[in-house]
């Protein structure tokens, strides 16, 4: 497993990644297209993949500008091997090194990926307009539990 920042030719792999995921799926795939997983990547945030054999099987891209968590997802073949949990550490990480600011992020309500989040340290803020589950995570308490 290698574990680096994404890079531009990652997104085509980080974009089959995230349409095979069987929770939080997307309702149509033009909805997220490549030129705003670059956006993200390159402008917004910054983005880590998580590499086995030269195929990209999970990645993270977090929204500096926008305070928030844009992406986390790991093919469901590679689950449960500790892959989601360290793109988490190294995107939070990062994002903290940057700010203080409190970071945000919405995923659908009674998934795995709640419960996950719940494991990490995120604190349940309410719920979004769109129904997703909204958490919160200071930079307070993510440095205290590292």
Known sequence: MIFRIAEIC???QMQVVRHLVKENTLSNPDLVPDR?????ITEKGKGWVCEINGQVVGFSIVDLKGHSVWALFVDPQFDQQGIGKQL???MVDWYFEQTSEN???GTAPNTRA???YE???WIRAGRYANGETKFELSHQSWTNRH
């Not at 705003?36 to 993200?40: R, T």
């Open 10 to 12: 990652d997104v085509k």
């Open 36 to 40: 705003d997983v670059i956006y993200y």
């Open 88 to 90: 988490h550490k190294l």
């Open 103 to 105: 970071i945000v992020l």
């Open 114 to 116: 709640e419960r996950f």
């Open 119 to 121: 494991l990490q340290g």
